[in-house]
């Protein structure tokens, strides 16, 4: 789905936005503004810039993601 001028504002899809805190590419804040934008968005930051965040953070958060949308089923984690 692409966004013109109006943003996405009337998308009530599930959406999470990952962004790294550090990002000198793409400011954090511009991540902030679109999960703000969007009705049913979380945002998550990670410690990283730009395209260098950890493949396991990233996965785990997409993970999560399919998990709590209900696309995947829930992984069994280790305690602790």
Same mark, same amino acid.
């Not at 730009?50 to 996965?59: G, I, K, M, S, V």
């Given at each position: 789905?692409?966004? #013109?001028?109006?943003?996405?504002? #009337? ?7 990952? $962004? #790294? ?6 400011? $954090? ?10 009705? %049913?968005?979380?945002?998550?930051? *990670?410690?990283?810039?730009? %395209? ?19 696309? *995947? ?6 305690? #602790?």
């Amino acid at each position: 789905k692409r966004y #013109g001028h109006g943003g996405c504002s #009337g998308d009530t899809s599930r959406m999470t936005v990952i $962004h #790294g805190r550090s990002d000198a590419v793409i400011p $954090h804040s511009h991540g902030e503004r679109l999960a703000r934008a969007a009705a %049913n968005a979380q945002l998550v930051s *990670l410690e990283c810039g730009h %395209n260098d965040c950890l493949p396991e953070a990233y996965r785990a958060e997409l993970q999560r993601f399919f998990e709590q949308a209900g696309i *995947l089923p829930p992984m069994a984690r280790s305690p #602790g």
